[in-house]
């Protein structure tokens, strides 16, 4: 099993830039959540999807970001436009339920440079 | 809200014991997680506590009591890679993460 794969794992662009982040979960899994890490705040859910249906999105920062989940295998997290305050790592994760207490599998991340 | 306490930074010594302890306060408790992660690494599950009392997995034991809303991540025979953040997470849907103990293991 190739395990969640994100990509791309490193990306540095310009404030005001589109950013689109990319994640394949874990075959099977029907819960996948998107983290944003930094030094500051730590691990933060922004938002989560169970069979493909966004549940919880409260966690978003602002309107400038948006996830969708087009189908069981691929999900996506656009920040338009981007902003230096953005600058974090984001993570994806899945599980087979719902993942609050089962084990939550996390990809490598993204570590997003926004100058 | 949602909220879990646990100590920023801890050291200890190669082969001896460390315990790092977590307090929350979540609403809908099912149970109590723990994640290590590496720098620059992914989150990795290490244990999950749904009943009181210690889970003990090789060298790391994890215990929970809920009428205290306490619990703790035990690592025994410590290693220089066990040197990493550890997180708690309360067993909700979703996870909620602490901000993470900062573990140095020291020669």
């Known amino acids: 099993d190739a395990g969640v794969i994100q990509s791309p794992r490193h990306e540095v662009t310009e404030m005001g830039q589109e950013v689109t982040l990319r994640c394949k979960p874990i075959?099977?899994?029907?819960?996948l959540f998107w983290y944003r890490q930094t030094m500051m705040r730590g691990l933060e859910l922004l938002i989560y999807f169970n069979n493909n249906v966004p549940i919880d999105d409260s966690g978003m920062p602002e309107d400038r970001f948006s996830a969708k989940m087009p189908n069981a295998s691929f999900s996506t997290l656009k920040i338009q436009p981007s902003e230096p305050r953005d600058s974090a790592v984001y993570f994806c994760?899945?599980?087979?339920?719902?993942?609050?207490?089962?084990?939550?599998?996390f990809g490598p991340g993204t570590r997003l440079t926004v100058l | 809200g949602q909220s879990l306490e646990q100590p920023s930074e801890v050291t200890a010594v190669e082969g001896a014991i460390v315990q790092i302890n977590c307090t929350y306060q979540?609403?809908?408790?099912?149970?109590l997680s723990w994640y290590q992660q590496h720098d620059g690494g992914a989150p990795t599950f290490l244990s999950y506590n749904a009943l009181d009392g210690l889970e003990e997995t090789g060298r790391f034991s994890s215990f929970l009591s809920r009428s205290d809303s306490y619990g703790y991540l035990l690592l025994q025979e410590l290693q220089m890679k066990d040197s990493a953040s550890y997180f708690c997470?309360?067993?909700?849907?979703?996870?909620?993460f602490g901000k993470g103990t900062r573990l140095s293991v020291i020669a």
């Open positions: 075959s099977g899994h029907n819960s």
């Open positions: 994760a899945s599980s087979p339920a719902g993942g609050g207490y089962n084990e939550q599998f």
């Open positions: 979540t609403s809908g408790f099912y149970g």
């Open positions: 997470a309360a067993g909700n849907t979703p996870l909620v």
